[in-house]
């Protein structure tokens, strides 16, 4: 269990990290909250896994560790207001800038020639 | 009494300047005077204690536990470099008077000057290393406005930064060496680091500490080859140049080789690197002073020259020596000064300071000149003056060493060349200005300055005179205290008198004089052997150094910081891959010895799912509204997995704030692009799929270590209290309210502020609102279904009856104020998807905003509740209480608390949710009209 639980946390930040170096902001957004699932779960398994222990007195034998649960239950509200105000900067860049790349502009780079062919075709 | 006011009085003088200059010139000059002199009569009253060898400390704790104190202390060092901080300084202050222009403004001369004299007596009287060092800063900054008094000058400002440059470089090298000082003794008192030479001495890391502090006191001393600052600086008023650049601030440096030398020297290393450098900057100064034609250039340069003499004297490990320094200090102080003010007074009255243009001033003002050339001749060592005495010490002690082995005779000749210098450049001081022909197209006809300008120079030519005549008398004492000082209570005996007999160093003496005589003699040779080199200034080379390092500056500036996020976050990622990837290539086990648990066939499932729902997310990243799904099926996921885990609580606060994130952002996609190009290369994307890929290695390993290792965790503690002491069985919520209510507290202020954040950037919000996908279909403008319409309003009650139920329960099972927000939000956001902002509109009246203020409001109000009844701030109460019909209930001030965080967490979600939806009504309605 632990095997897999380590392994979805770590697929979960790669994919987030991917999505947040794209350059429009509305990719960098998933991509920020891919990788606050990945942070969430990550902070929990400090308190480790334990099946059938929720931490509520004389409910159960053995109880799961409730600090690792406090501190990530305010870090999910957190998280949901930064996703939040991102979204809406992004809206904002938006509207001011004309575009929704994450600079404000869109760069201008050199275009190789086999680029411009597949977006012509 | 109290030694603090020594240092505090100059530095309350600051502000006299201020106040006193309305009164005039005269008047204000007297008062800024008066603290000075105030001190300077503490000092004296300290002097009998000191005469009989004793030190006095004073001290004020700070922060005791970490050593940090104002401290200061009075020996005899620091009495001598008083009576000359203080002494001069009043000098200065009256000549300035005269000197000041009516153009310049007197009182930011005076309140500079005086900043720098309180530096000085800081620098000299601290008796803790970082206090030390901070005067020493304050003495370069004091240093540089007063050399950049002519903020008008090109070479004022130019002058002012490259010494501010040198002197604060070195400054910082000291900084680097007093901590590493105060490391090795472990202390940062003066005292127990003067105590404590045996330990400095045997420490690995003591040629770095000597290094590191000699050059913060070769910097600030002008030596070779850090000596280019101080003709540089002579673009200051003349008043700051005898001042600083002779008598004070160029002996800082000595000060502190002087106050460290009973820890630092005494090793061959120091012998070697002090006195070479010493001589060498004695020679090399002497030398150029020659060719100087402005008359402060060359008094600059003799500085430089003299600061030598004595940094070499200090430098070759001889207690007699250091006592010639020590007198040698005093000496230069007061001839170099009363020159400074001579050649001032020549400038002013005669409008020109270039020896080719001053010939022949005996005839203009014979008084002056006298004075002058009295001052002049102590600074080649004529006899019966002071500079003698201590040029003849120096000339003994050059005999007594074995610097170079057996080249060491070498030293006492080179000596004799660089006395031979001084006596050549005194003459051409003497003979250039006051005799020699008449004087060349002067702007001014040169006459005797007014009465009182002449008094501070008379005061100094008369000290070189006393000095000189009588040395034993007048200074001997002193001499002697201060020399107890320096070596440690040990002074070895010597013997102050103009006549030692027929010995080799007055024949040195009579040899400097006769060549100096011959060199001057011949100077016209000198002249045009010396224009054949290049000199370049050094100037030019210090502000083309200072470009070229802004330019390197910038261009590194510019290549990390390009205006790319994606660079800045790819470089973050990088720096994050190597620091925290290394390190685990060391560990050699990933897996400790907490016992996994077996795996079954529901959560392979819900994994694979998961794993395809990211994978997925990532691929079709471009067709964002399939992105948004895949992403919430992770999110649906996570609060499963926390639910499987033994996290109620976080399942259903995952579970609730995921339905709200994403209506989140399926209306911020509303506005936005719904698919985008591909941009990058084939290359950048491999590349960022390698970096992130290899981060996930990273953090899964890292998560797997975590997981497979013993709990070892302080929740014992909650979960044997949670009950007792906060009054609840659910012991997630109690950590929440009670345990750790502060941090709440704070987190709701957070949410708080981000969504007003929100609600600012939402109300100013210009964005065009798209009347077709990105495929080119209208939006459906069929407004609310009805099917929804009356589910949705029969389903209101009963989801905010459940939220009241989680909210009530929460403290003892699975519950409280976050989840219970959370429900209720969604119970009125599903209103709003339903029916729409016109509908709810004039159901709901109250602002969000008030009711995130008032949620704030209680949780704060519950916390400073306890107040009242004498506890800490969120001390919680609880009791039981029993009503009929009801039966026994808990009452808790936390559920109060918890109501607060409820309520901020609707007004924020719902300001956030409703104001965002209401950009898209608007729109839809200007659509409607248009069609």
Not at chain 2, 325 to 341: C, D, E, G, V, Y
Request: net charge neutral.
């Amino acid at each position: 269990m632990e095997v897999i639980y380590a392994f979805c946390v770590g697929l979960l930040a790669a994919c987030g990290f991917f999505l947040v170096l794209r350059g429009r902001t509305f990719i960098v957004v998933m991509g920020l909250t891919l990788l606050s699932y990945a942070v969430n779960l990550f902070l929990f398994a400090s308190g480790r896994l334990t099946l059938n222990g929720a931490a509520v007195l004389g409910q159960s034998a053995q109880y799961s560790d409730p600090l690792p649960q406090a501190l990530v239950l305010t870090a999910i509200v957190i998280g949901f207001a930064m996703t939040a105000f991102l979204v809406i900067l992004a809206m904002r860049s938006r509207a001011d800038q004309g575009n929704d790349h994450v600079d404000g502009q869109i760069p201008v780079r050199p275009v190789s020639p086999s680029l411009l062919d597949k977006r012509n075709g | 009494m109290n030694l603090l006011w020594v240092v505090l009085l100059p530095l309350i003088g600051t502000l006299v300047p201020l106040f006193t200059e309305r009164f005039g010139r005269n008047i204000c000059a007297f008062c800024v005077a008066l603290l000075p002199a105030w001190s300077l009569i503490l000092v004296l009253m300290y002097a009998p204690d000191i005469f009989n060898g004793q030190a006095i400390r004073q001290t004020i704790e700070w922060i005791p536990a970490i050593g940090l104190e104002v401290s200061f202390r009075l020996d005899g060092l620091s009495l001598l470099f008083l009576l000359l901080i203080l002494g001069i300084g009043l000098l200065v202050i009256l000549y300035a008077r005269y000197y000041l222009s009516l153009k310049d403004s007197m009182s930011r001369f005076y309140v500079y000057l005086m900043l720098f004299m309180a530096a000085m007596v800081g620098i000299v009287t601290s008796n803790n290393l970082i206090q030390l060092w901070m005067f020493w800063e304050l003495t370069s900054i004091s240093s540089f406005l007063l050399i950049s008094f002519w903020s008008h000058k090109s070479e004022a400002r130019k002058g002012a930064r490259m010494a501010l440059t040198v002197t604060g470089a070195g400054g910082l090298a000291l900084l680097a060496g007093l901590l590493l000082i105060g490391r090795i003794v472990g202390s940062y008192d003066l005292d127990t680091v003067l105590a404590s030479s045996d330990i400095i001495h045997a420490h690995a890391a003591y040629p770095v500490a000597l290094i590191l502090v000699l050059l913060g006191a070769f910097t600030k001393s002008a030596q070779f080859p850090f000596h280019f600052w101080l003709p540089h600086a002579m673009a200051a008023p003349t008043p700051v140049s005898a001042y600083l650049h002779s008598a004070t601030m160029v002996k800082a440096g000595i000060f502190l080789m002087a106050r460290f030398y009973p820890v630092l020297a005494g090793t061959d290393l120091w012998f070697i690197i002090v006195s070479l450098t010493g001589l060498t900057t004695l020679l090399l100064g002497a030398y150029i002073a020659l060719f100087k034609h402005d008359l402060k250039g060359l008094l600059a340069y003799s500085t430089i020259s003299h600061l030598g003499l004595i940094t070499l004297l200090l430098g070759l490990n001889s207690p007699l020596a250091a006592v010639a320094a020590i007198f040698h200090i005093i000496n230069h102080a007061t001839f170099k000064a009363s020159l400074f003010m001579a050649a001032g007074i020549i400038d002013h009255e005669s409008g020109s300071r270039d020896m080719r243009q001053l010939n022949g001033l005996w005839q203009y003002m014979p008084y002056t000149a006298t004075l002058a050339i009295v001052a002049a001749l102590a600074m080649a060592g004529v006899p019966l003056l002071n500079g003698f005495l201590s040029k003849e010490m120096f000339f003994a002690e050059t005999l007594n060493q074995s610097v170079l082995g057996s080249l060491s005779w070498t030293i006492p000749l080179l000596a004799v060349i660089g006395a031979a210098f001084s006596v050549a450049y005194s003459l051409r001081f003497i003979h250039d200005v006051f005799f020699n022909g008449q004087p060349v197209d002067l702007p001014k006809t040169p006459q005797e300055p007014p009465r009182y300008v002449r008094i501070p120079v008379e005061i100094l030519v008369a000290l070189c005179l006393l000095v000189g005549i009588f040395p034993a008398f007048v200074v001997g004492d002193l001499l002697h205290i201060a020399s107890f000082a320096v070596l440690d209570h040990t002074v070895p005996v010597h013997n102050l008198a103009i006549w030692h007999g027929l010995n080799l160093p007055l024949l040195m003496s009579f040899m400097a004089m006769v060549g100096g005589v011959i060199l001057y003699y011949n100077r016209r040779h000198l002249f045009e052997f010396q224009s054949h080199f290049d000199t370049t200034d050094a100037k030019h080379i210090f502000e083309r150094t200072i470009q070229s390092l802004v330019k390197a500056a910038e261009s590194i500036t510019n290549t990390l910081e390009n205006g790319s996020l994606q660079r800045y976050v790819f470089t973050l990622l990088l720096c994050t891959l190597v620091m925290g990837g290394l390190p685990l290539i060391e560990l050699t086990q990933n897996s400790g010895t907490r016992a996994s648990i077996p795996l079954d066939g529901v959560t392979i499932v819900c994994a694979l799912l998961m794993i395809f729902s990211a994978v997925a997310t990532v691929i079709w990243h471009r067709r964002r509204f399939l992105a948004l799904i895949f992403l919430s099926v992770v999110g649906l996921i996570v609060s499963l997995t926390f639910a499987k885990f033994s996290a109620p609580d976080l399942a259903l606060t995952q579970l609730s704030v995921e339905i709200v994130t994403i209506i989140l952002l399926l209306l911020a996609l509303f506005f936005l692009p719904q698919s985008s190009l591909k941009e990058s290369s084939n290359r950048r994307l491999s590349v960022d799929l390698l970096v992130a890929g290899l981060i996930g290695c990273v953090i899964g390993t890292l998560c797997y270590a975590m997981l497979t290792t013993p709990l070892n965790t302080m929740s014992d503690f909650f979960i044997a209290n949670s009950k007792t002491g906060g009054g609840g069985t659910n012991v997630v919520n109690v950590i929440l309210v009670d345990f750790r209510g502060f941090d709440t507290l704070g987190e709701i202020i957070v949410l708080g502020i981000a969504a007003l954040g929100i609600f600012k950037l939402i109300a100013n919000m210009r964005i065009a609102i798209p009347a077709r996908d990105d495929k080119g279909r209208a939006w459906s403008n069929d407004p609310h279904p009805m099917m929804l319409e009356v589910v949705s309003q029969s389903l209101l009650p009963l989801a905010l009856l459940v939220s009241a139920y989680i909210f009530l329960r929460g403290h003892n099972m699975p519950g409280g104020g976050f989840i219970a927000g959370l429900i209720t939000s969604v119970a009125i956001i599903q209103q709003y998807i339903a029916h729409g902002v016109q509908w709810i509109k004039p159901r709901v009246t109250i602002d969000y905003q008030w009711i995130i203020a008032s949620g704030i409001l209680i949780a704060t109000a519950t916390g400073l509740g306890s107040w009242l009844f004498g506890q800490a701030f969120l001390s919680t109460w609880f009791d039981y209480f029993s009503l009929p019909w009801i039966g026994k209930f808990e009452l808790a001030s936390a559920m109060l608390f918890d109501l607060g965080v409820y309520l901020t967490v609707v007004g924020a979600v719902m300001l956030i949710l409703a104001n965002l939806g209401k950009l898209t009504t608007s729109e839809r309605l200007d659509i409607q009209e248009n069609n």
